[in-house]
């Protein structure tokens, strides 16, 4: 028996005319759409999605009536959610004429935001890459739209195909901004090729692939963001699968192989490495839900299959997946298929992530992070790895968000690690800052109206019309930064070591989880709290963590970031409860947490 009636005698589906509407769909896409529960052996995950994307077209059906208020991306996804419950028999709008209105809606909206060059004004001003996020899921909405064949949907159909032929045009010729924006035009160029076939589509997409991708060592995109990395995990993906590019999925194992070491136990993944704007804030493991799912099945990996179940249970899964990728699982036919037999992923780990000095230990239900990976020169810049957080610290529900050190030393703010080195047991943060005095310009360099070029300091910790890199220096100063990091029986142990010029006042500034319970330290004003002697504590829902012992010998904890910061009245202060152990150097002090 050929495959393809094995499968629609398998749906036992009663009447002919419950798949007649999609005929011309690939047979295993066509038994998902109409209820078929036997390709999900172990879950009853299309089940879950065509409930949670009527409750999300119940909202959208509201607002539309009210008037239309999507803006940017969202647009592409909400006429998506309207498409994959149209075109699902289980759905309540089934072919609901509720829904071909607000698609009407929809389309017009789309149209009347496209620019001349067929370019959208989403974040950036007739920008490629934002045309390109909104083209992903309206692609694949518009290609499970088109292969239903419903007479009632023509003027749709026509209307968005004029619309993603013109975002084509626009894609296979515009720029991108970042390195993920490569990949993402790719992936838009892909999908509309998939339904409106176009040799200059493939064209551009071989241009921006013969810049060859780069993922080192260690599963990081150059971005090193977990943010992005979904983008271009996704991209990958979406290209190797509609283009038949199997070599683009290899970038994506090894990224997903990564990611797992990244992931807190209750599913944030620490960005404290990235080079754009989420190495400040947090980014949860369910954005990676598909690409495991995808690649578990696929690869039949147990791994994979493991972290796709854990991921299922995590907090978001439902506002995230569950209410928003029905249109995946339909327009990606593999995704519906069951996960293979499941592998537990480790819950015991030392990872050292040398490419991007970034340590993660798990042991016991603790979690530990140690970071040394900024970008020297250190600039402040999207594009640039520039925390100041070297530790970080969970003990269940307990968090130390981060610990960071200070000193009060030529306004050059936090200390930033040089790397991360491992010496005999111990991991080791260092770095050693030399700052000058400058000595008057060689007579060869001077000028009669005394206008010398702007150029930063050799510290980089300012600029000034002075010809810094030609003038001699002298009474140079130095600090000399170490910290050393060990473990043992669940206590952690940092040595700092501060040297150099003596009287300078050293600050080490924990900041935990606001909303929690502090115990052996001495409030101030603002927040803060100093813990002057022996052992701190910290409990947040049940769990804790003992810090210690405490050293106070100032209270200046103002101005911290330097003046790279402060002349510009900037801050890196965040939301939290924060803790500080002060010294004057030259400063040694043992810190234990547990």
């Not at 909400?78 to 607000?102: C, K, M, N, R, W």
């Not at 970008?375 to 968000?401: E, M, Q």
């Not at 010496?423 to 005394?450: D, F, M, T, W």
Request: hydrophobic fraction near 40%.
């Amino acid at each position: 028996m050929k495959r393809n009636t094995f499968l629609l005698q398998t749906l036992k589906i009663s009447g002919a005319a419950l798949l007649a509407p999609y005929v011309g769909l690939p047979v295993v896409q066509a038994a998902a759409v109409a209820g078929n529960k036997h390709l999900l052996k172990d879950d009853d995950i299309l089940q879950r999605l065509v409930a949670a994307n009527d409750n999300q077209v119940n909202q959208l059906l509201s607002a539309l009536q009210a008037g239309v208020t999507s803006t940017g991306r969202k647009i592409g996804f909400d006429f998506a959610t309207l498409s994959a419950s149209y075109v699902s028999p289980g759905s309540t709008y089934h072919q609901s004429p509720l829904i071909v209105e607000a698609l009407e809606k929809l389309v017009q909206l789309l149209t009347g935001l496209q620019s001349a060059d067929g370019t959208l004004n989403f974040g950036n001003l007739e920008s490629p890459p934002d045309t390109a996020f909104l083209v992903e899921p309206l692609a694949a909405a518009a290609r499970l739209l088109e292969q239903i064949k419903m007479p009632v949907l023509k003027n749709i159909n026509e209307e968005v195909k004029k619309f993603l032929l013109r975002c084509g045009a626009a894609l296979s010729a515009g720029g991108v901004h970042t390195p993920n924006h490569r990949w993402l035009i790719c992936a838009a160029l892909a999908g509309i090729h998939a339904a409106y076939p176009n040799q200059l589509y493939i064209n551009r997409i071989e241009d921006w692939l013969g810049e060859h991708f780069y993922i080192d060592a260690d599963g990081h995109y150059p971005e090193r963001s977990a943010n992005y990395a979904v983008v271009e995990n996704t991209a990958f993906l979406t290209v190797g699968r509609l283009l038949k590019k199997p070599m683009l999925f290899e970038p994506v194992r090894k990224n997903l192989e990564m990611t797992w070491y990244y992931m807190e136990p209750d599913g944030q993944l620490v960005t404290v490495d990235s080079r754009r704007q989420d190495q400040y804030t947090s980014k949860s493991m369910v954005a990676y839900y598909l690409q495991y799912r995808w690649l578990a099945i696929k690869d039949n990996n147990h791994l994979f299959a493991g972290i796709t179940r854990l991921i299922e249970g995590l907090k978001g899964f439902e506002e995230e997946i569950l209410n928003k990728y029905l249109f995946q699982f339909l327009e990606n036919p593999l995704l519906q298929e069951a996960l293979p037999e499941v592998a537990a992923p480790p819950v015991q780990y030392e990872k050292l992530f040398a490419n991007a000095a970034t340590l993660r230990l798990r042991h016991a239900g603790i979690t530990t992070t140690l970071f040394g990976g900024v970008d020297w020169p250190v600039i402040i810049a999207s594009g640039r790895s520039d925390s100041p957080n070297f530790y970080t610290h969970r003990k269940g529900a307990a968090i130390l968000k981060y610990m960071r050190l200070s000193a009060d030393f030529f306004s050059m703010g936090y200390f930033y690690s040089d790397g991360l080195k491992k010496e005999g047991n111990a991991y080791v943060l260092h770095k050693k800052l030399a700052i000058p005095y400058y000595q008057p310009l060689p007579a060869s360099r001077r000028n009669s109206k005394g206008d010398y070029k702007l150029s930063p300091s050799t510290d980089g910790r300012f600029w000034s019309k002075m010809d810094f890199e030609h003038r001699p220096v002298s009474n140079i100063k130095t600090l000399d930064t170490k910290i050393s990091f060990t473990t043992a029986e669940g206590t952690d142990k940092l040595v700092f070591e501060v040297t150099g010029q003596a009287g300078v006042r050293v600050t080490v500034e924990l900041c935990f989880l606001e909303g929690g319970v502090l115990s052996g330290v001495l409030p101030a004003d603002k927040g803060n709290n100093f813990l002057e002697k022996g052992m701190g504590k910290y409990e947040y829902g049940g769990s804790s963590i003992e810090f210690g012992p405490g050293v106070m010998a100032h209270k200046a904890v103002t101005g911290l970031e330097g003046e790279r910061y402060s002349t510009h009245f900037g801050s890196l202060r965040t939301e939290g409860m924060h803790v500080y152990l002060t010294g004057i150097t030259p400063f040694k002090h043992q810190l234990l947490l547990s």
